[in-house]
């Protein structure tokens, strides 16, 4: 293990980076700050051919010698494996080609994250200095190569060239990097930025969304706690678009059910009441019928209507499938969900599992061809939530634009557009 604290050392260092694959462990300045705003103090690399160590500082306050991101960067930017712990953090402050994430690899193989225990001294620091920023700064080095060198050994156990290669694990990490993408751009506030933090290593693959302790993921629609998000640009809005009947339209291409393109509650509603218009009041039942019957069991009196008889052998088969083989695979990413992961089950708590992980793929598929339609656009995907997407749009993309979307999220939807995130306003009629 070397301390690099002269350019002697350095240049070997970056010699011997060039003849190896290499792990790669950053030290952020401020473990709280979120990735998007934090410096670095040091880091971390081993490279894998020869079993070399080394540890560079930033910006630390017991260092002889700091070198500068620039310098470290120029010695690790080349054409071989780069394994990090957590690409989506790792991307907001480096921009590496052939970089592989350990956490997606052991949540792919294993459905858990692998996670990161600190040293007592770490821990002791950050408890006594708990309103100090910056406390990475003052930890002892040694402490912090103690942390990285225990969180390769885990890296390392985790790495698997085929998985790497899998079609299903490249979606996954084409789904991390649109979340990074997301998180860059931020929300934009009276007060400036803030910026969310998704955790996608769930047990049902439905990302989570806290930071500073901000639930992103379900923003308060009734007290004025959107009113604060606003655009960016002089001339603004904020835009969404969110899916109709998502899961609904879902499970019938899961089945082969031809579902309308017009409202999907409506056709269901007139099969539930048994009439050729609905009131309103039957169109709001509907939708409520629909998801409980959906997610809490298909009484036998709706057997009769196909597209649930549809449903209900598709929920049991797959049951079957999952007592024989104790897993099944994710929709799109082929990802092994096991049974000693999720504990016990019941076919609609399984159906229930499968369903929230295909929506989540199938978004995370929809985010990728968005990304690509804004590349000649200046609005920006600000935020995903579950079965929608919030833009801060720029007037000056128009319509266009807001149809490009439409067209690449493939499923219908509704489009929402306001001052602020609170005061939306139905615009769909005029999209259609």
């Known amino acids: 293990m070397k301390v690099i ?3 002697h050392d350095f240049s070997d260092f970056a010699k011997n980076c060039k003849e190896s694959d290499i792990v790669i462990i950053p030290t952020p300045c401020d473990h709280t700050v979120h990735p998007r705003l934090s410096n670095l103090t040091g880091i971390y690399v081993s490279t894998l051919n020869n079993m070399q160590k080394y540890y560079i500082s930033i910006d630390h306050d017991e260092s002889t010698k700091n070198f500068s991101l620039s310098e470290i ?5 080349i054409d071989n494996k780069k394994y990090v712990h957590d690409i989506k953090e790792f991307s907001h402050t480096f921009n590496l080609t052939n970089v592989h994430c350990c956490n997606s690899l052991s949540y792919y193989m294993h459905n858990k994250k692998i996670e990161q225990e600190y040293t007592p001294a770490h821990n002791r620091l950050y408890s006594m200095y708990w309103k100090r920023n910056n406390v990475n700064k003052i930890v002892p080095i040694y402490k912090h190569i103690e942390y990285c060198q225990e969180l390769e050994k885990k890296m390392l156990d985790v790495i698997d060239e085929s998985i790497i290669s899998s079609k299903g694990f490249k979606k996954l990490t084409g789904y991390l990097d649109s979340l990074k ?4 751009s931020g929300l934009y506030t009276n007060d400036g930025y803030e910026f969310c933090n998704y955790n996608p290593y769930t047990l049902t693959g439905r990302p989570s969304n806290t930071f500073n302790k901000i639930n992103y993921a379900a923003l308060n629609k009734s007290d004025g706690t959107r009113n604060r998000y606003i655009s960016r640009f002089t001339n603004g809005r904020i835009l969404e678009l969110d899916y109709d ?6 499970i019938a291409d899961m089945i082969g059910y031809e579902l309308p393109k017009t409202s999907v509650h409506e ?3 007139k099969q539930y009441f048994a009439t050729d218009k609905l009131t309103d009041k039957e169109y709001a039942e509907s939708k409520e019928i629909s998801f409980r019957i959906l997610y809490g069991g298909i009484p036998k009196e709706f ?3 196909p597209f649930f008889k549809g449903v209900n052998d598709f929920i049991f088969k797959f049951w079957k499938e999952w007592k024989s083989k104790k897993y099944y695979e994710t929709y799109l990413y082929k990802r092994k969900v096991h049974e000693y992961v999720i504990g016990e089950m019941s076919p609609q708590k399984l159906f229930n599992y499968y369903m929230q992980s295909a929506e989540t793929e199938l978004s995370s598929d929809a985010m990728v061809r968005i990304f690509k339609v804004l590349e000649d656009y200046k609005s920006k995907l600000i935020l995903y939530t579950y079965d929608s997407f919030a833009f801060d749009f720029n007037l000056d993309d128009g319509k266009s634009l807001i149809m490009q979307i439409k067209e690449v999220m493939i499923y219908p939807s509704r489009v929402s557009i306001g001052i602020n995130y609170g005061d939306m306003n139905d615009v769909s009629s005029k999209f259609s």
């Open 181 to 184: 993408t997301i998180e860059y």
């Open 267 to 269: 056709y269901l509603g």
């Open 245 to 250: 009947a998502y899961h609904l339209r879902i």
């Open 73 to 77: 960067i120029d010695a690790i930017d």
């Open 5 to 7: 604290e002269n350019s």
């Open 303 to 305: 057997l009769a209507i």
